[in-house]
């Protein structure tokens, strides 16, 4: 049960880090190295950043769900 809740752990981080930099940023930061001044051009972006939103939120949730369970898989 532990190996399966830290493979969950390790996906779901890495696919935190990768929304999190797809995310466009305020400023010049690591969103502009992959873009992000390029897709601000197209229409209808304000769409597309709202589901960038709610999937990070959701994948946020998963991976706080996944450390707590394999906290407490560990602990018992």
Known sequence: MALALS?????????????VLLHKGKGSGL???????VSSNY???SVVERN???????????????VVSLS???KG
């Open 72 to 74: 407490l898989v560990l």
């Open 52 to 66: 960038l939103d709610r999937i990070t939120i959701v994948v946020g949730g998963l991976w706080f769900a996944g």
């Open 31 to 37: 969103s502009d190295l992959f873009g992000g001044g």
């Open 43 to 45: 229409g209808g972006s």
């Open 7 to 19: 493979i969950f752990l390790v996906i779901t981080s890495v696919l935190m880090i990768l929304l």
